[in-house]
T-cell receptor, first 114, second 114 residues
């Protein structure tokens, strides 16, 4: 158990809908990262937050947004869903600072868009 | 340029043999960390091993070792005495000292043959 929690574990929804994925980082970790992993692509970095502020943006679509709350949990909002958004979405957390700090991954949320 | 390159999409190894998974990286930052993660078919991402850019010795963790060749910018993962449970996707990642973002390679799928 990495200490990172993600809910829900599975999500099935229809095209055009909007969903929210939730992540709680490890105790003490201020950085949260979101990744998308689909069958035909590797691990795609979406966005990173540190202590409530956006710090880095990757291949995140405009239909997607995220935020980190004062209690450090984070939410990833996916709207106007398309079939191609079906993927495993990971949240990871890491302490800020030394390069030796690895990321701890949550179990992921498997999103299926039908 | 890609920050992390894994050129082996798939690898096969006989049980009890050793296998090397390749990883090259690109950075101009003198301070960085290199990581390997394992992703079994169940989907979770498991941290395996870490190597710092200033570390003089290659990192080892049980049956995992990292063959770090700084001048060649390579950080290959060596798995000794392969086991059936080692069958999984393996990802190489890097964290630079100047930022907080992690960069992941596209992964190598390892299959251990009995």
């Amino acid at each position: 158990d990495s200490g990172v929690t993600q809910t829900p574990k599975h999500l099935i929804t229809a095209t055009g809908q909007r969903v929210t994925l939730r992540c709680s980082p490890r105790s003490g970790d201020l950085s949260v990262y979101w990744y998308q992993q689909s069958l035909d692509q590797g691990l795609q970095f979406l966005i990173q937050y540190y202590n409530g502020e956006e710090r880095a943006k990757g291949n995140i679509l405009e239909r997607f947004s995220a935020q980190q709350f004062p209690d450090l949990h984070s939410e990833l909002n996916l709207s106007s869903l398309e079939l191609g958004d079906s993927a495993l979405y990971f949240c990871a957390s890491s302490p800020r600072g030394a390069v030796s700090y690895e990321q701890y991954f949550g179990p992921g949320t498997r999103l299926t868009v039908t | 340029a890609q920050k992390i390159t894994q050129t082996q999409p798939g690898m096969f190894v006989q049980e009890k043999e050793a296998v090397t998974l390749d990883c090259t990286y690109d950075t101009s930052d003198p301070s960085y960390g290199l990581f390997w993660y394992k992703q079994p078919s169940s989907g979770e991402m498991i941290f395996l091993i870490y190597q710092g850019s200033y570390d003089q010795q290659n990192a080892t963790e049980g049956r995992y070792s990292l063959n770090f060749q700084k001048a060649r910018k390579s950080a290959n993962l060596v798995i000794s005495a392969s086991q059936l449970g080692d069958s999984a996707m393996y990802f190489c990642a890097m964290r630079e000292g100047t930022g907080n973002q992690f960069y992941f390679g596209t992964g190598t799928s390892l299959t251990v043959i009995p």
